[in-house]
């Protein structure tokens, strides 16, 4: 079992940069693929990114492509995203979450963090 605790959430004008980091407990982090979520208020969760468990895959979602980054620590059970060129679209809360297989789907996901809020302002 892995749990999952997101940080590095916050305000940032648009064309910012933020990095969230995710830590994770339990001996099997380096095990799973790890990946990023975000939920909109009023709107379903959607997929970020997801890196697999060497961190030799990764994958974007086209709203992200070429500013997000996804990587991986396995030394330090910890996942993160660097955010850069920040846009009010990208106001949502991120989570993280640990899955066996590298996909996009919310429901192919086992374990997920409580979430942490970023908010973009024009």
């Known amino acids: 079992q892995v749990q999952l605790v997101e940080s590095g959430g916050g305000l940032v004008q648009a064309g910012g940069s933020l990095r969230l980091s995710c830590a994770a407990s339990?001996?099997?982090?380096?095990?799973?693929?790890m990946a990023w979520f975000r939920q909109a208020p009023g709107k379903e969760r959607e997929f970020v990114a997801v890196?697999?468990?060497?961190?030799?895959?990764?994958v974007y979602a086209d709203s992200v492509k070429g500013r997000f980054t996804i990587s991986r620590d396995n030394a330090k059970n910890t996942v993160y995203l660097q955010m850069n060129s920040l846009k009010p679209e990208d106001t949502a809360v991120y989570y993280c979450?640990?899955?066996?297989?590298?996909?996009?789907?919310?429901?192919?996901?086992?374990?997920w963090g409580q979430g942490t809020q970023v908010t973009v302002s024009s």
């Open positions: 979450a640990a899955g066996d297989r590298l996909l996009t789907e919310v429901g192919m996901y086992d374990y």
């Open positions: 339990g001996r099997t982090f380096s095990s799973y693929c």
């Open positions: 890196i697999s468990w060497r961190g030799a895959s990764r």
